[in-house]
Nanobody, 118 residues
């Protein structure tokens, strides 16, 4: 069993920054990639970014790559998402997720709310 717990969400003004963290526990040796998804209000869940065991990042959109930075600390079983230049369209519940060996997103956190508003 793998447990993922997010932290760092909250209310931020447009143009502001926020860092989300996700701590993994349990059978972390079975986790390959770690990443972030989000669900904006009234919309479906979408992939944001992920980082492999070796630290190689991927991002969903170029606009995210320019504003977001995903990183991973394997010694602490931690993945973070640094978000800059936030805008109201980034408002969503952000979920931490991890893949198993078959690259399926098998592990999920409970989610943390990020609200970008003045």
């Amino acid at each position: 069993q793998v447990h993922l717990v997010e932290s760092g969400g909250g209310l931020v003004q447009p143009g502001g920054s926020l860092t989300l963290s996700c701590a993994a526990s349990g059978r972390v040796d079975s986790v390959y990639s770690l990443g972030w998804f989000r669900r904006p209000p009234g919309k479906g869940r979408e992939f944001v970014a992920a980082v492999s065991r070796s630290g190689s990042p991927t991002y969903n959109f170029e606009s995210m790559k320019a504003r977001f930075t995903v990183s991973r600390d394997n010694t602490k079983n931690l993945v973070t998402l640094q978000m800059n230049s936030l805008n109201p369209e980034d408002t969503a519940v952000y979920y931490c997720a991890g893949t198993s060996s078959n690259s399926v997103w098998s592990y999920w956190g409970q989610g943390t709310q990020v609200t970008v508003s003045s």
